[in-house]
């Protein structure tokens, strides 16, 4: 049996981790989520009883939310403390989805409240969601922390690929990806793992209301994937991009090297 705590379980991958993790009735799954009502609606109405499943409030951006959470969570596991701490909530902002960074030029406010958001959700927010978690890291048996990151905020396909697109998000899951280096630092003589996982381009409907617009700035962002990857055939599932990330960290260790890594979902530097 494991226990695992996984942020934004709400919808899309966190949704599809919470019915994966589930499925085994011997793991203790614990979700934490803006909207405590909501997901236990959705919850009770797409999966039906799951006694092992339970879902907390906690926002990324609210600080008295985590440690509430993570006091509530300590009260549901006891002694047996938490395996597996998933930190898969995190913004995807709209406002620089679409063009390059030259379309942000007069942009402002919305530049500066948008980043201070996405940072807020992205970066600090995690930094506070772990060490208010680590605790009960210490007392699990796996002792993995896995960070939800995404293949742009890889420099080097940034470079070779000319991504223009979606500067400030890019530049969170790279601080996000340094914030999970900074922990594995710390903690990695402790036993516990630290790292950084992309879960591939996945289809979970972010953009089904584009405009014709903004579509072909995703269409452009694509093509650049495809000449990358002339295997590429378009995004993943969540249930294929979930399993693919499990299997990940379910091989990755401190022993072997990953101790603060950040890769794909297919274990290495290839994104999609």
């Known amino acids: 049996m494991s226990v695992y705590v996984v942020t934004g379980v709400s919808k899309g991958i966190g949704f599809e981790f919470l019915r994966q993790l589930s499925e085994d009735k011997d793991n203790l799954v614990i979700g934490l989520v803006r909207n405590k009502a909501a997901t236990?609606?959705?919850?009770?109405?797409?999966?039906?009883?799951?006694?092992?499943?339970?879902?907390?409030?906690?926002?990324?951006?609210?600080?008295a939310s985590l440690k509430e959470a993570a006091a509530e969570t300590a009260k549901i596991v006891g002694d047996r403390g938490v395996d597996y701490l998933v930190a898969n909530a995190g913004l995807v902002p709209e406002f620089d989805a679409y063009?390059?960074?030259?379309?942000?030029?007069?942009?402002?406010?919305?530049?500066?409240?948008?980043?201070?958001?996405?940072?807020?959700?992205?970066?600090?927010?995690?930094?506070?969601?772990?060490?208010?978690?680590?605790?009960?890291?210490?007392?699990?048996?796996?002792?993995?922390?896995?960070?939800?990151?995404?293949?742009?905020?890889?420099?080097?396909?940034?470079?070779?690929?000319?991504?223009?697109?979606?500067?400030?998000?890019?530049?969170?899951?790279a601080a996000l990806n340094i914030i999970v280096a900074k922990f594995n630092a710390e903690y990695k003589k402790e036993g516990i793992l630290f790292l950084s996982i992309s879960p591939g381009l996945v289809e979970v409907g972010r953009y089904a209301n584009a405009t014709p617009e903004q579509v072909n700035g995703l269409m452009?962002?694509?093509?650049?994937?495809?000449?990358?990857?002339?295997?590429?055939?378009?995004?993943?599932?969540?249930?294929?991009s979930v399993k693919a990330v499990r299997s990940v960290w379910e091989k990755a260790s401190i022993e072997e090297g990953y101790g603060g890594a950040f890769i794909s979902h297919l274990g290495n530097k290839q994104w999609v």
């Open 40 to 63: 236990e609606k959705k919850v009770a109405a797409e999966l039906g009883d799951r006694p092992n499943v339970h879902i907390l409030h906690g926002d990324l951006t609210n600080y």
């Open 99 to 173: 063009g390059p960074v030259s379309a942000l030029a007069d942009k402002i406010e919305e530049v500066d409240a948008g980043a201070a958001e996405t940072f807020q959700t992205n970066v600090t927010g995690q930094l506070h969601l772990f060490n208010l978690f680590v605790p009960l890291i210490k007392k699990g048996k796996a002792k993995k922390v896995i960070a939800i990151s995404s293949g742009v905020g890889d420099i080097d396909l940034t470079n070779q690929c000319e991504i223009d697109v979606g500067p400030i998000y890019a530049a969170s899951k």
């Open 220 to 240: 452009g962002f694509v093509g650049k994937l495809a000449s990358y990857a002339p295997h590429f055939k378009g995004p993943i599932t969540p249930e294929e």
